[in-house]
């Protein structure tokens, strides 16, 4: 039996314990044991104990045997059910769309918390990537996105998801109501196939060519890559059919901006316009919204236009004054020139009777040849003023697009001609007055100039006879 070193100590300490027993504060025995006997640990030998160490062992064997049985007690008293665990999570069936958070993304899998006691994992074959993308290109950590229930738990305990199928649903479902609705949806153009393009619009779609423009498209491989504005005209969910038309929606705006033109424009406005068509007659102008006005070609330049191209080019924006507006036949007549200074206002200060200029041969007729002096002038040159010689056919002397040098002989700015002379200036006889003897002097000298028009009296007249006749060709 083991002897205790101080008996003494020992017993104060359980008088201590059983008066705090007494107050109601439970005290182990485990608490009072000396720190030898914990070190000595449990022996084979009794450890012989004082009555009153006897009665507190006994008190504290009792305090145990109550933990145990509250413990007891507690074990017996009834757990949370599982039904009220259960009923914390959300309810998942197979074919339903439930909303979620990405919250893991992988190389192979993306995986979601919706809610349930487990989250939910998307392969990668049911994410909807387009080629070249990935995982980490189709969605983020945090977004927020619908995906559709395949199985509430596969055989890693895991919500099956898909985001494909949820996509190509809520597609459906956007289209139907848009062919409803009237709604014009935004897609992109995804490849060129025959008889038209296909597009993105959640599910494949079709634009047939006589739906991608107003008017017939050429080359519908420019359109690829493009985001277009469409409208659904066919849908077939069954047979997974979508068709789609982009001049419905066109041919809307056209009809918008053709009434707010018709009810803004008016004659002798100044607009800017597009050149979008040339034909032999003229050109037509884009004032807006796709409305075409027609600028003819005598209403391109002050001067003779041989062909609109000469003037204008396609896709050429210019400015245009508004000649007429008829409503009722939805046309609209414009002109070039009219927004142009008139080069005829100065013409008689510019181009004085007597002075020589430098031009370029337009044309050669019967009767002579046309001089381009500037833009929107041109003169006459007769035919007996083409040489100090006689001359039998104009085109012996010059050719279109010759430059020569000529003299003004009469000009008229109200009826826009100019008679001009190729002739050298010729000496003219001079009789003083009281004699009979005759001055030779040319009109370069000193005495006063005479003019071709005083020495050909009916020289005038000429010209804008033959003008008049060349006109009424």
Do not use: C
């Not at 640990?41 to 933990?67: F, L, N």
């Amino acid at each position: 039996m083991m002897e205790r070193h101080d008996g003494s100590a020992w017993e104060e300490e359980v008088a201590a314990a059983d008066e705090k027993e007494s107050l109601g504060q439970g005290v182990s025995v485990d608490e009072l044991q000396p720190q030898e006997e914990l070190e000595a640990g449990a022996g084979s030998e009794e450890v012989e104990m004082t009555p009153a160490a006897q009665k507190s062992g006994a008190e504290a064997t009792g305090a145990d045997a109550g933990d145990e049985g509250a413990r007891a007690d507690e074990a017996q008293a009834p757990a949370p059910k599982m039904a009220e665990y259960d009923e914390t999570f959300v309810t998942l069936e197979p074919g339903q769309i439930v909303h979620g958070k990405v919250v893991q993304i992988g190389s192979d899998e993306v995986m979601v918390d919706v809610g349930y006691k487990s989250e939910g994992r998307i392969p990668l074959h049911e994410l909807g990537l387009k080629p070249g993308q990935t995982p980490d290109d189709a969605v983020h950590v945090g977004d927020e996105i619908e995906v559709y229930v395949l199985k509430v738990e596969d055989a890693e305990g895991n919500v099956l998801l898909s985001k494909r199928r949820a996509d190509t649903r809520a597609a459906w479902e956007r289209l139907e109501k848009a062919l409803e609705t009237g709604e014009v949806i935004e897609a992109p153009v995804t490849e060129r196939v025959k008889g038209g393009l296909l597009v993105d619009v959640g599910v494949r779609g079709f634009v047939p060519a006589s739906h991608v423009a107003r008017s017939y498209v050429e080359n519908l491989e420019e359109y690829v890559g493009k985001t277009l504005g469409l409208k659904v005209i066919e849908l077939d969910r069954q047979r997974n059919n979508v068709v789609l038309s982009r001049r419905a929606v066109l041919e809307e705006e056209y009809q918008r901006a053709k009434e707010e033109a018709f009810s803004k424009l008016e004659a002798g406005m100044i607009i800017t316009g597009v050149v979008r068509r040339i034909t032999d007659f003229g050109a037509f102008v884009d004032v807006g919204g796709g409305v075409e006005g027609l600028l003819h070609v005598s209403e391109m330049a002050w001067g003779r236009v041989r062909h609109p191209a000469d003037v204008v080019k396609e896709d050429q924006e210019i400015k245009v004054m508004v000649l007429k507006v008829d409503q009722e036949n939805e046309r609209i007549s414009l002109s070039l020139k009219e927004a142009l200074p008139d080069p005829w206002e100065h013409a008689a200060e510019k181009y004085p009777v007597g002075s020589v200029v430098r031009g370029t041969v337009t044309r050669v007729v019967d009767f002579g040849a046309f001089v381009k002096l500037e833009d929107g002038i041109e003169g006459l040159v007769h035919i007996s003023q083409l040489a100090d010689y006689h001359v039998n056919d104009p085109s012996e002397v010059v050719k279109p697009d010759d430059e020569v040098e000529v003299r003004v002989v009469s000009v008229d700015p109200e009826r826009r001609r100019i008679g001009l002379s190729m002739r050298q200036p010729q000496p003219v006889q001079s009789r003083r007055r009281g004699g009979s003897r005759q001055e030779m002097r040319t009109t370069s000298g000193d005495a006063p100039t005479v003019t071709l028009g005083e020495v050909f009296e009916d020289l005038s007249s000429l010209f804008d006879n033959q003008v008049d006749e060349d006109e009424d060709r």
